[in-house]
């Protein structure tokens, strides 16, 4: 009895760290500039020229290509 509801309780706890591990990153933004390279455009225009500009300000930025034009760019404070 006990030993399954350790297995129990360890299968929901890692199911629960899993799933919030997932939420945490969309997959969306770009932080550097090789994750610039899978937006369509080219280094001059488009979404990765955008995007390209961004990642390398001289401050840390990353880009959301999924938000409105004029906040795409945002400062790096370590969240999504």
Do not use: F, I, W
């Amino acid at each position: 009895m006990t030993r399954s509801l350790t297995l129990g309780l360890t299968l929901l706890a890692a199911t629960l760290v899993g799933s919030l591990a997932a939420a945490h990153s969309n997959g969306h933004e770009s932080r550097t500039p090789a994750q610039c390279e899978r937006l369509p455009g080219t280094q001059a225009e488009g979404e990765r020229a955008q995007c390209l500009r961004c990642v390398t300000r001289p401050r840390p930025h990353h880009y959301h290509p999924d938000y409105p034009a004029g906040e795409r760019c945002r400062p790096d404070n370590g969240k999504p």
